[in-house]
């Protein structure tokens, strides 16, 4: 298991970093780095984990995701596909260390402030989609420009916000091996019994050091957390047309032990009953 932090490989003194994934699953290790993220999924579904946060990803989604945010994209297992995405990396400071402060940028800044947290942009008419494409073939100064007009129209799109964090918190080497280690195992084993003595073993911690540990980390008790996994998972069912499963089978096959345990979570955290949230989603 790959421990935290992650290096962004470099080639030259380019400002803007440009990665494309084309591959069947993605980089699936929970990871920070120093860089802003900006990454566009053309293919691949899976689950999403951001800071405190689980949700999923899917195409035309416009992930952000600020320096030392950590994140890890568990893609869904694909037989005969593979996962897309294109990425931009760049820190505050790439083009100087006062180029954002500068009067004509400064309204960038709410923009740094929502990526401390990460946030996604819906492309539905996949404007932003043209944008990320052309700056692969784009010479190093209409890049630059293409890359700022990409930056604002960013920061002027309507951002559903990804986590709870709020100031960047990066792991020494130790809590990141931890915690990749933790979380990797929730997102292979959620829909089985995870005991607190079990996932406390794989941390290599008391069931009550780490029980604090988790908390201080993710501002949620392992429990909120592996709910959410599960619920999040469930959702991916839900809205799948073609699933004949019945309610029932989704919930035990998500990971919970009984009916109304889930149908009363579920509506705890998504605002309404699974049978509302299918009608919301495929209706």
Same mark, same amino acid.
């Given at each position: /298991?790959?421990?935290?932090?992650?290096?962004?490989? %470099?080639?030259?003194?380019?400002?803007?970093?440009?990665?494309?994934?084309?591959?069947?699953?993605?980089?699936?290790?929970?990871?920070?780095?120093? $860089?802003?993220? /900006?990454?566009?999924?053309? =293919?691949?579904?899976?689950?999403?984990?951001?800071?405190?946060?689980?949700?999923?990803?899917?195409?035309?989604?416009?992930?952000?995701?600020?320096?030392?945010?950590?994140?890890?994209?568990?893609?869904?297992? !694909?037989?005969?596909?593979?996962?897309?995405?294109?990425?931009?990396?760049? +820190?505050?400071?790439?083009?100087?260390?006062?180029?954002?402060?500068?009067?004509?940028? =400064?309204?960038?800044?709410?923009?740094? +402030? !929502?990526?401390?947290?990460?946030?996604?942009?819906?492309?539905?008419? @996949?404007?932003?989609?043209? $944008?990320?494409?052309?700056?692969?073939?784009?010479?190093?100064?209409? &890049?630059?420009?293409?890359?700022?007009?990409?930056?604002?129209?960013?920061?002027?799109?309507? %951002?559903?916000?990804?986590?709870?964090?709020? %100031?960047?918190?990066?792991?020494?080497?130790?809590?990141?091996? &931890?915690?990749?280690?933790?979380?990797?195992?929730?997102?292979? +084993?959620?829909?089985?019994?995870?005991?607190?003595?079990?996932?406390? $073993?794989?941390?290599?911690?008391?069931?009550?050091?780490?029980?604090?540990?988790?908390? @201080?980390?993710?501002?949620?008790?392992?429990?909120?957390?592996?709910? $959410?996994?599960? *619920? @999040?998972?469930?959702?991916?069912?839900?809205?799948?047309?073609?699933?004949?499963?019945?309610?029932?089978?989704?919930?035990?096959?998500?990971?919970?032990?009984?009916?109304?345990?889930?149908?009363?979570?579920? %509506?705890?955290? =998504?605002?309404?009953?699974? &049978?509302?949230?299918? *009608?919301?989603?495929?209706?």
């Amino acid at each position: /298991m790959k421990v935290l932090p992650f290096k962004i490989p %470099k080639s030259g003194n380019n400002a803007l970093i440009l990665q494309e994934d084309l591959e069947p699953l993605f980089y699936d290790k929970l990871h920070q780095h120093p $860089e802003i993220q /900006m990454s566009y999924i053309l =293919k691949g579904t899976g689950t999403l984990l951001v800071g405190d946060t689980v949700s999923r990803f899917k195409p035309k989604d416009l992930l952000v995701f600020g320096g030392n945010l950590p994140h890890v994209f568990k893609s869904d297992t !694909q037989e005969e596909d593979f996962s897309h995405m294109l990425t931009i990396f760049f +820190n505050r400071e790439s083009f100087g260390s006062s180029f954002f402060e500068t009067e004509e940028l =400064k309204e960038f800044e709410l923009f740094f +402030n !929502q990526a401390a947290s990460g946030f996604r942009v819906q492309d539905k008419n @996949e404007n932003l989609k043209k $944008e990320f494409v052309s700056l692969k073939s784009l010479p190093n100064l209409e &890049r630059f420009m293409s890359f700022i007009q990409l930056l604002y129209a960013i920061y002027a799109a309507p %951002k559903e916000l990804l986590s709870n964090f709020t %100031k960047n918190t990066k792991y020494t080497d130790t809590e990141g091996q &931890r915690m990749s280690n933790v979380f990797g195992y929730c997102l292979s +084993n959620f829909q089985e019994r995870i005991t607190l003595d079990e996932i406390a $073993e794989v941390a290599v911690m008391s069931p009550t050091a780490f029980c604090r540990f988790f908390k @201080e980390r993710t501002n949620k008790t392992f429990y909120q957390f592996l709910l $959410e996994l599960r *619920t @999040e998972h469930a959702c991916q069912l839900l809205r799948t047309p073609e699933n004949q499963e019945s309610i029932a089978s989704i919930a035990f096959s998500s990971g919970f032990n009984s009916v109304s345990n889930f149908n009363r979570y579920f %509506k705890k955290q =998504k605002g309404m009953s699974p &049978r509302e949230y299918i *009608t919301a989603e495929t209706g």
